[in-house]
């Protein structure tokens, strides 16, 4: 899984795991003690020492975050000639972002089957399993962004005072309901602390660079598909879900063009490089899952469902 992620990488003209990474890294679960197996990704900030850590399994999720990881260890080698001090991600979401931006081109029923992980007989160019797939995306990544946006939210809130202590508990689920429109599937009290659950809480983890993430990196693939020869807005033929930048140099170069600044200018300059124009903007995903929102407003529709809570 790791030489596949470091293949696809290196497919795209950026720089391939270095030995030490090889060497060093801890990829399984170890049976003779315990590990903290949440995956993290390590620069050992001397040029040269990079590491990931994940118990990985054998699973498509896996993968994914494999190449999660790896896209940590990327950037860090692509600035590691920085100044010590630029040595960073543009803004933290920008480092969250970068293998989950290969990952969106891995994943497609069409790389799948390219690299012999799904079944050559399955058909991938029709309209139902363009829908399928859409909709499982959308239940990674939409589903996703309510959640990444209260963790933090749920923080600032109990930091700044707006919530009281005696109400840590009851605020974490106001704030599922409202932003998620979940419930617990039983009842809970104060005697409880279901934030806690959640690693990056205890972990001290800053969480809104996964809500950053999930809105750039579909910036940055929609950008880098364009580049690669594989997306074309006007060519319906050519939808941005079925793009893959597997072996585009120009793509990957465009990528490195960005990445390799660090931290050393403000993050729209690098994100003017990676995409061409300033913002984080939430077009790009709206224009990923144009079909399957076509295919919902239709299907409320007909069905008579009204989408929301109160
Ligand atoms: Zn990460």
Redesign the pocket.
Known sequence: MFQVSDEFFTSLGLIPMPDEFWKESLIEKPDNRQVVCHAS?WDFCNGKDFRIKQCTRVTATDLVIVH??MG?IQYDLLYKDQPYFYREGANPGF??AVGDTLALSVITPKHLKEIGLLDESIPIDDYETSINFLFSMALNKIAFLPFSYLIDKYRWDIYDGTVDESQYNTHWWRLRKEYQGIKPPNARSEANFDAGAKYHVPANVEYLRYFVSTIIQFQFHRSLCIEAGQYDPLDPKKPLHNCDIYRSKAAGSKLAAGLSMGSSKPWPEVMRVITGQEKMDAYAIREYFKPLEKWLTATNEEMGEIPGWK
Do not use: I, S
């Open positions: 990704a999660h990881e940590h480092h969250e």
